[in-house]
């Protein structure tokens, strides 16, 4: 069953890069309702929690570092047709095909430093949500 809601992230690369004000603006200029918010950082072993699906990949441990290498902001939004809205305003994963416009487009610096996470799937969106806010934040 699809919700209203979904999950993101932003990267260490663009908090550091001074980013997270306008990427902010950009998701509630595009209608969304920012329902949890907050800055943390993870080490790496959060980092391979959060990651764990992608623990066989050759990636994995990189990412876990790269994860862990800075603050991060964590946030639920909420929006009719939330999951493909986002997917749509953060562009692909690679910054070199985001169509202009988008987050990645505008802020990601590489396919591994590529500014936001977006959940893929409602299921995603619950489980990875949860994994930063309780239910009382939510």
Not at 61 to 73: E, H, N, Q, R, T
Not at 75 to 104: M, Q, V
């Amino acid at each position: 069953m699809a919700t209203n809601r979904t999950f993101t992230m932003i990267k260490p690369d663009a908090f550091g890069a001074g980013n997270s004000g306008a990427i902010l603006k950009m998701i509630e200029e595009a209608g969304f309702k920012i329902i949890a918010l907050k800055k943390t950082q993870l080490n790496e072993e959060l980092a391979g929690e959060f990651y764990k699906v992608h623990e066989e990949r050759p990636f994995y441990s990189a990412l876990c570092k790269y994860m862990s290498s800075g603050p991060i902001i964590a946030a639920i939004l909420e929006k009719d047709n939330a999951i493909a809205d986002f997917r749509k305003l953060i562009g692909a994963t690679n910054p070199d095909d985001a169509e202009e416009g988008t987050i990645r487009k505008l802020y990601a610096t590489s396919i591994e430093a590529n500014a936001v996470h977006g959940s893929d799937s409602d299921e995603n969106a619950e489980i990875e949500g949860s994994f930063f806010f309780n239910a009382f934040e939510k």
